[in-house]
């Protein structure tokens, strides 16, 4: 099991306490996410998988996978010290304040455009997606729960809208270290902002590395693709300020954007509204006022964060 691919993964499981993230590449939305940090706990992973395959994949375990979809998986290193916020300090519509305050984890779903061969926008209305019960670090992986550390809407559809937020819907609150009890830094616009740039950085970068590759991407001059990009934001608090760092998580093409919920259903109305002013739009009119568009500048919600038309 651990030669080939794994083996460098067996080599780091030896010499760190680390943990990593099982993602199975043919599921989605969630489905048999793993956490471990041990050989043992990986081989037993797979066990309890394969134990589970003829049991019903609707079984009361959330996230339950059948083993034909882990032909194929992801392993990933899990990201600690996460930054946490609590998204009650920002109630919306029925949802009440909490009575006490505490940090959960989130992570940003961003959603992208790319057009022609190639321009990438990324929509500067983004969502914060928590968890749905507050923060513990990872522990013994043999009474491990998922829930603190797991953000994804498709595992919650039984709490409706209550950890969907829009991003500078969460201005003000309290930034929650996770070893200290030290909850005077807030959540600010300027924290928002080095955020949203970092985006815009890593994503540019991202899809320079995939023009590279053409085996798996190739651009089209007249076509464009909605992405669902996830992030997770890295808190280190030192003596002066918070320090955040953007990491991405993964691209989503064909995103679910019907988890989004009803009260937000606007920005997704919103977003179609602006990939035709910008993707559509000029093939109709012939004028291509993209071509004015400066990267780093934002028309119609939409940020340019890569031309490699222009560049070339």
């Not at 030290?182 to 540019?204: P, Y």
Request: proline share 5%; glycine share 6%; charged share 25%.
């Amino acid at each position: 099991m651990w030669a080939d691919d794994l083996w460098e993964l067996g080599v780091s499981l030896e010499k760190s306490s680390s943990w990593w993230i099982l993602k199975p590449g043919m599921s989605d939305r969630g489905m048999g996410i793993r956490l471990f940090n041990t050989k043992e706990s990986l081989q037993q992973i797979f066990e309890e998988f394969e134990l589970s395959d003829d049991e019903d994949e609707s079984s009361a375990d959330g996230t339950a996978v059948v083993t034909s979809q882990l032909r194929h998986f992801v392993v990933q290193e899990y990201l600690p010290n996460p930054l946490l916020l609590d998204p009650f300090e920002a109630p919306v519509g029925d949802f009440p304040n909490s009575p006490e305050v505490k940090g959960y984890k989130f992570h940003l779903r961003a959603y992208c455009v790319a057009s022609g061969a190639l321009q990438v926008y990324l929509y500067d209305r983004i969502l914060a997606l928590f968890s749905s019960v507050p923060y513990v670090e990872p522990h013994d992986t043999t009474t491990l729960d998922l829930r603190p550390h797991l953000t994804n809407t498709s595992l919650q559809t039984h709490k409706g809208e209550e950890g969907v937020r829009l991003f500078d819907e969460l201005i003000g609150c309290r930034i929650f270290s996770l070893h200290e009890e030290d909850l005077s830094f807030k959540f600010t616009r300027d924290n928002m902002a080095e955020i949203v740039r970092q985006m815009v950085e890593v994503l540019g970068e991202t899809f320079k590395a995939a023009l590279e590759n053409p085996v798996h991407f190739q651009p089209l001059p007249n076509a464009f693709e909605l992405y669902g990009i996830d992030f997770l934001v890295v808190h280190s608090a030192t003596s002066n300020k918070p320090q955040l760092q953007v990491k991405l998580l993964e691209i989503n093409a064909e995103p679910a954007i019907e988890l989004t919920g009803p009260r937000l259903t606007w920005i997704l109305e919103d977003l179609f509204v602006s990939m035709g002013k910008v993707c559509v739009k000029p093939f109709l009119t012939k004028k291509h006022e993209v071509d004015k568009w400066e990267v780093g500048e934002t028309q119609n919600h939409l940020i340019k964060v890569l031309d490699e038309q222009r560049d070339r």
